[in-house]
């Protein structure tokens, strides 16, 4: 299986590939639109700002790719952000393919937040056999609302979406390879999607 992981200058990207060695799979890191195309599943990363992030992917017309990529794409944390509409964070315009405006947290709690919290009402294979309020880990200042490709919830001063999916795109607004044994899980479930 060819898995890539898309390369932007993110910040995360050795952890996840530990991760995928860990569940015994090889990923290569690649901005090239040809070796995305032919990857099995792709994973789109995110530690970043959502505006400077956006101007590189547009800069490698991956902006363009991404949307239209068939093969199952699994967008982490910032990557899940610049699948919505739009993100508050830098006034971004995102890759529209989930149909939400990612905002900031109010002012009357601490971002960011970091750490550990509990995901809820799990409605995808995703999930496997993954309970609800298991645990997750988390560092985000901006979130996705609820609306209809929410597939599971988080809470911090509100509830929010903690995974999207919509055909073939999914999201996480976690870091499932710092997120121990259920995070393993969440890649597994992904990377055995057909």
């Known amino acids: 299986m060819k898995i890539v992981i898309i390369d932007y200058g993110a910040g995360n990207i050795q952890s996840i590939k530990f991760a995928m060695k860990r569940l015994g799979f090889e990923a290569v890191l690649s901005d090239d639109p040809k070796e995305i195309q032919k990857a099995d599943k792709v994973i789109f990363p995110g ?57 900031k947290f109010p002012d009357s709690v601490k971002v960011p937040q970091i750490g550990w919290n509990q995901i809820e009402n799990l409605k995808s294979d995703l999930f496997g056999e993954i309970t609800d309020k298991s645990h997750i880990y988390l560092v985000h200042s901006f979130y996705a609302p609820l609306g209809a490709d929410t597939i599971a919830t988080s809470e911090y001063a509100l509830r929010y979406s903690a995974a999207l999916q919509k055909d073939n795109f999914y999201g996480v607004q976690f870091h499932p390879e710092k997120s121990s044994t259920v995070g393993n899980n969440i890649l597994k479930n992904f990377l055995e999607k057909t």
């Open 47 to 103: 530690v970043g700002e959502a505006s400077s992030t956006m101007t590189k992917l547009r800069a490698s017309g991956l902006d363009s790719l991404i949307p239209n990529l068939e093969q199952p794409v699994l967008g982490i944390c910032l990557g899940m952000q610049l699948m919505c509409n739009s993100s508050e964070e830098g006034n971004t315009k995102g890759l529209g393919i989930f149909d939400l405006d990612v905002v």
